[in-house]
């Protein structure tokens, strides 16, 4: 499974973006696939999951109301549309697809995308 996100940019408080992470692969479907972020010092946090069968999705408190994970089957594209974002959201975010479990956990992710910045300024 290859991962390659994009879509980081740099927004105001209040504002949206949108990051997608293309996913390719024979068996990609099989996993479930999400959002992790980062910032310097501190441990890589859960932001969202998809499970491409039924679209079942899973957020973590921070983001939920503000954020919304999707799937799109045809492009095999998976993005996360981020509203109303907050300085405190400023991370490097990370594509992530893991087979074994659900939602998605740090330990358990079998591949990552390469991550893509996400600058909110206040």
């Known amino acids: 499974v290859q991962l390659q996100a994009s879509g980081g940019g740099l927004v105001q408080a209040g504002g949206s973006l949108r990051l997608s992470c293309a996913a390719s692969?024979?068996?990609?479907?099989?996993?479930?696939m999400g959002w992790f972020r980062q910032v310097p010092g501190k441990e890589r946090e859960f932001v969202a999951a998809?499970?491409?069968?039924?679209?079942?999705?899973y957020y973590a408190d921070s983001v939920k109301g503000r954020f919304t994970i999707s799937g799109d089957t045809a492009k095999n594209t998976v993005h996360l549309q981020m509203d109303s974002l907050k300085p405190e959201d400023t991370a490097v975010y990370y594509c992530?697809?893991?087979?074994?479990?659900?939602?998605?956990?740090?330990?358990?992710?079998?591949?990552w995308g390469k991550g893509t910045q996400v600058t909110v300024s206040s």
């Open positions: 992530a697809a893991e087979l074994t479990s659900w939602p998605l956990t740090y330990n358990g992710v079998d591949y």
């Open positions: 692969g024979r068996t990609f479907r099989r996993y479930a």
């Open positions: 998809i499970r491409w069968s039924g679209g079942t999705t």
